[in-house]
Structures are given as structure tokens and as C-alpha cells.
């Protein structure tokens, strides 16, 4: 039974953040975290100046936990969806994912051909992308199940996400009925990218001088994004374990 179930959501919210907070007390401070489950009880300073800036570093984290929170609660939400993905993989196996990936790629190929009249080559491009989608689905399952937490929030996450970002991108390419929808997309991302995240050391302007986005470089760009999406969602998913495991 949940911690939701037992003692009801406002209960669960409160042991959630006490967890939370009890993790940054111990960052400094021994015996914080669950203390009231151990014999040694929970650590208390003891003289005035102790207290003091004891209290302090409390305070200082009251606000960075309430604003971390909103993560965790996204983190449960994405564990469910992974979970389901997570069951439903091991009930049709590693052969299964890669069945299933072929057909759905396999349709979007067909579909590419016979109703977005892409020329043969890109047709021929949208199965290599299928196929790195395929292939990258059924390592996301093995690494998740061979290598661990790290394997899995490492490698995992951004195999499946280049998953399903690739193809879409790759098949756009050729198509210019996804070309009007992908790339302008693309380059608005890529625009806000560069002028909020990549300005530590002028990466920003270096990619602008360098670089231009066409061609080949949506799908660099889109590939370069999943890695990151990738491990802040495995490492969600990781946090929301943390702070309430399932078991």
C-alpha cells in the first residue's frame, strides 16, 4: 500500500517533504535522515552557536525543498508512465520491442511513400532512421535491465528518447508537408536554446559563427537534445524513488 493510501494525500505530502528536508540537513549534519527509525535517535546540536546555525541551515532549505518538490511530484508521474512501458517490455521481451518497433516503423515508411510522396531516398532514409530507432529502443531495454539505476538513467532514458525524437526529424528531411512543421519548431527551440542555456562561456556564439541549421543538423541538434532530456528524466524518475521507493 502507498504512503498516498495509508495516510492520505496531505499526510503523504508531509512525509515526502520531511524526507526532502532531513536530506539536506544531512548534508552537514549526522543522523537526520529518518531518524525517528533508529536506535541513535536524530543528532541535536548542543551548544548556542551549534543551535544557531543549525536553525539557519534548516531555514535555508525549507525554500529550496518547497521549490524541488513540484520535480518530485512530476518524477511520480513520469515513474508511472515508465513503469507501464517497463511492464509492458518485459511481458513481450527485448524480440518484442524490436517487432513492434518495425511495424510501427514500417508503417510510417509506407506512409512516407504512398502518402507523402517522398522521393525513394528518402523513404530509404526514413527506414535507416526506423531502423537507429529500433535498435535504440532495444538497447534502452537491455542496458535498463543489465547495468543498474546509473546504466539506466545514463544510457537508457536517452536511448529511448533519440528514439522517438529521430525518425519524425529524419523523415522531415523529405517531406515537406513535415518540413513546415518540424523545422520552424526546431528553430524557434533552437533560438531559445542559445540565447538561455548555451551562454556560459559564449558556446551561444560559437555555434552561431560555426554552424548553421540545415540539412543533417536538426537531426545533430534534435539527437543532442535527447541525451540531456534524457538523463533530467531518469534522474526525476531516480529522485521520485528516492524520496518515496515503491516498495
Known sequence: MSAANRTGLAGAIRIDLKRLHETWMELIYPRQLDAEQMVLGKWRPETTGSRIAY?????????????????????????????????????????????????????????????????????????????VATASAALAVVTSRVGGRASTVLVSYPLAITAIFLPPVVAALYSQQLAAVVFPQSESLAVWIL????????????????????????????????VPVGWILGTLVTLANYVRPRD
Not at 69 to 93: C, E, H, M, N, W
Not at 211 to 223: N, P, T
Open 55 to 131: 536553525w539557519l541551515w534548516a531555514g535555508l532549505g525549507a525554500p529550496l525543498v518547497g521549490l524541488l518538490y513540484p520535480l518530485v511530484l512530476f518524477g511520480y508521474v513520469l515513474r508511472y508512465q515508465a513503469s507501464k512501458l517497463d511492464s509492458a517490455a518485459t511481458r513481450i521481451g527485448v524480440l518484442g520491442v524490436v517487432v513492434v518497433s518495425v511495424v510501427v516503423w514500417g508503417a510510417l515508411s509506407a506512409l512516407a511513400r504512398f502518402q507523402l510522396e517522398m522521393t525513394t531516398a528518402g523513404v530509404i532514409t526514413v527506414v535507416a532512421a526506423g531502423a
Open 195 to 226: 540565447d538561455n542555456v548555451l551562454t556560459i562561456g559564449d558556446i551561444n556564439a560559437y555555434l552561431r559563427n560555426n554552424y548553421d541549421l540545415e540539412g543533417i543538423a536538426y537531426v545533430a541538434m534534435w539527437f543532442g537534445i535527447a
